[in-house]
């Protein structure tokens, strides 16, 4: 299968892998400033914006088998990698497998247990649903800082600061993504993320947002356990994703840690 993708700027090359239900267009925040320093491609997973999805897209085995292939078949091994969400789970794999450079994990899943797990599964489905419901009013609902307050105080520390845009984008992506009920039962019973097969010579940093309501601050402790050699980067005032919370400030990670080797 081949994985759309966009790919812009001039440099040492990046690749970006997004979230559950999102797209390329997920890192838009950041995207302008990351192509002025790097040349970054940035890929719609199987079952996500305009990649069609295959048998395997509603597992997590699935998903990192696509980008692997996607890696190999666009002579990209070794390439710096940042994730987000299941991106992040997805390239902290591809650490594990040698295939990438430096590595930036952001709020990454898989390092749940016990009741996190069933926590995520409702809190999640739950959230999907209302955004099912509400799908042909997204658009509107979302220009309101009081509505992105109610539909995003999982994902977000500041909601209301987002760019109403942005939030509908992501929001009708959410909406959009049939394999996303399955891909929520699929992490939500799958083994935990393991390491530390990651190469400890090659950068690794997990990003994680301190006010993180859907991964929780406390699994931050897990994942750099299992991944001993990667430095654990705390993002204060930050949601799920640093990449709307703290925009400035993903760059910034990025851009030394893909600077450093």
């Known amino acids: 299968m081949t994985l759309n993708f966009v790919r812009q700027g001039k440099g040492p090359k990046l690749l970006l892998v997004h979230?559950?239900?999102?797209?390329?267009?997920?890192?838009?925040?950041?995207?302008?400033?990351?192509?002025?320093?790097?040349?970054?491609?940035?890929?719609?997973?199987?079952?996500?914006?305009?990649?069609?999805?295959?048998?395997?897209s509603g597992t997590l085995g699935g998903l990192a088998e696509s980008v692997e292939r996607f890696i190999l078949d666009q002579g990209l091994e070794g390439v710096d990698i940042v994730g987000s969400s299941l991106g992040a789970r997805i390239v902290l794999e591809m650490a594990?497998?040698?295939?990438?450079?430096?590595?930036?994990?952001?709020?990454?899943?898989?390092?749940?247990?016990?009741w996190e797990r069933t926590y995520f599964r409702t809190t999640?489905?739950?959230?999907?649903?209302?955004?099912?419901?509400?799908?042909?009013?997204l658009p509107r609902l979302s220009q309101s800082a009081v509505m992105r307050s109610a539909l995003l105080a999982q994902l977000s520390a500041r909601p209301w600061?987002?760019?109403?845009?942005?939030?509908?984008?992501?929001?009708?992506?959410?909406?959009?993504?049939?394999?996303?009920a399955a891909l929520v039962h699929d992490l939500a019973i799958g083994p935990e993320q393991k390491g530390p097969a990651a190469d400890p010579a090659?950068?690794?940093v997990i990003g994680w947002g301190r006010q993180d309501r859907l991964c929780l601050p406390r699994q931050a402790a897990r994942a750099q356990e299992a991944f001993p050699?990667?430095?654990?980067?705390?993002?204060?005032k930050c949601g799920h994703f640093p990449m709307w919370d703290r925009p400035d400030e993903t760059v910034q990670l990025i851009l030394e840690t893909t600077g450093t080797h």
Do not use: M, Y
């Open 202 to 204: 090659r950068p690794l």
């Open 96 to 114: 594990c497998r040698g295939r990438v450079g430096a590595t930036v994990a952001l709020d990454p899943g898989g390092f749940w247990r016990g």
């Open 124 to 137: 999640l489905s739950a959230s999907i649903r209302l955004i099912h419901g509400l799908r042909p009013a």
């Open 229 to 236: 050699s990667a430095r654990l980067h705390w993002f204060s």
């Open 19 to 56: 979230g559950l239900g999102g797209t390329w267009r997920s890192w838009s925040t950041i995207l302008p400033a990351l192509s002025k320093a790097r040349e970054v491609t940035a890929i719609d997973l199987p079952g996500h914006g305009e990649t069609p999805a295959a048998a395997d």
């Open 161 to 180: 600061r987002l760019d109403g845009k942005v939030v509908a984008t992501e929001l009708q992506n959410f909406a959009s993504t049939k394999t996303f």
